[in-house]
């Protein structure tokens, strides 16, 4: 395992899942919002953004947490070693953008970056749940299912 994409529908818990794997296995931790947007939450011109993307994916050894575009997070499971797709309950991907919100209120979440604006990023993720649930998590679900033969999988169900 050097290469983890770890994806699914927002608030599902995997950046810190991310975190949590990085520590373990010493793989080094690439999280799309932090090479996405500078602190403040500005957008790093597109280009730039591309040659970053770029340049992590093509290193031999890491985990990225995260979902810019439909075409670069295929991009990202094909070069992957490792998928990790994280795929609960709708209500408890609601229930976590939530509580993300919450807390955000008092401390910028965890590889958020510094002074993102928490209250109009969950709300974007509100708006994207029920999008993702319906149209993409179908698509992720057919694809770890097709790659499980010469990929190692994880599909994660349950808390």
């Not at 998928?83 to 807390?103: F, Q």
């Not at 999008?131 to 698509?139: D, E």
Request: hydrophobic share 40%.
């Amino acid at each position: 395992m050097k290469r983890v994409a770890i994806f699914g529908n927002a608030g599902g818990g995997k950046s810190t899942l991310a975190r949590e794997l990085a520590a373990i296995t010493g793989l080094p931790l690439y999280v799309i919002d932090e090479i996405k947007f500078r602190p403040g939450g500005s957008e790093v011109p597109h280009e730039e953004y591309l040659q970053l993307h770029s340049a992590v994916v093509s290193r031999d050894a890491w985990i990225i947490d995260g979902f810019e575009s439909v075409n670069l997070t295929w991009e990202r499971f094909e070069a992957a070693d490792t998928l990790v797709h994280v795929d609960l309950p709708l209500a408890v991907h609601a229930l976590w953008i939530t509580k993300r919100l919450v807390k955000g209120l008092f401390v910028d979440p965890p590889g958020w970056p510094e002074g993102s604006p928490v209250i109009s990023s969950s709300m974007q993720s509100y708006r994207v749940l029920w999008h993702c649930h319906a149209r993409l998590t179908p698509r992720y679900r057919s694809y770890v299912s097709q790659v499980a033969q010469h990929k190692r999988v994880f599909h994660l169900r349950s808390r």
